[in-house]
């Protein structure tokens, strides 16, 4: 099967068409008696065009990084189910990566350096959730990415 190219844009129509969904789908429990769904609806919403105003903002080149408020993996943030090409070898050693973090357990710890082999996590450090977020360069090892 071949694979499926799409822009930048295509990306952002698709997400503001997952937004719309939502908001259908959000309107429909409401008219079936659903309780505080307008304020659910308008939550879903304020997100999904934050996220859309960030995923412009990264391609654009302008994105800032902004003080917010982090969930931790498995507490509102997790992954999405595996794809047909990530490999069984690949989907386990993630998984047993996925099971010790809820636990704790953070892969994120120092020394980590950039491509260019500059040391942006010193031995020891811990990359705490706000440096996550603003992640912006590509990890040593890593082919294919610019620094910006």
Known sequence: MAKKTVTADQLIDDLQTVIRDAESLLRATAAQ???KIGEKIQEVRTKAEES????KDRLAGTWKPEQKILLDI?????RDAW????????????????TKMLSGYSPFVG????????????????????TLYNWDWPIEGVSGLKMT
């Open 52 to 55: 859309v105003r960030q995923a």
């Open 111 to 130: 020394e980590i350096k950039d491509i260019k082999g500059a040391v942006r996590v010193p031995k020891g450090q811990t990359m705490d959730n706000m």
């Open 83 to 98: 794809g047909e090409s990530v490999p069984e070898s690949v989907r386990k050693q993630a998984d047993e990566v996925r």
């Open 33 to 35: 008696g659903g309780e």
């Open 74 to 78: 498995g507490k509102g943030v997790d």
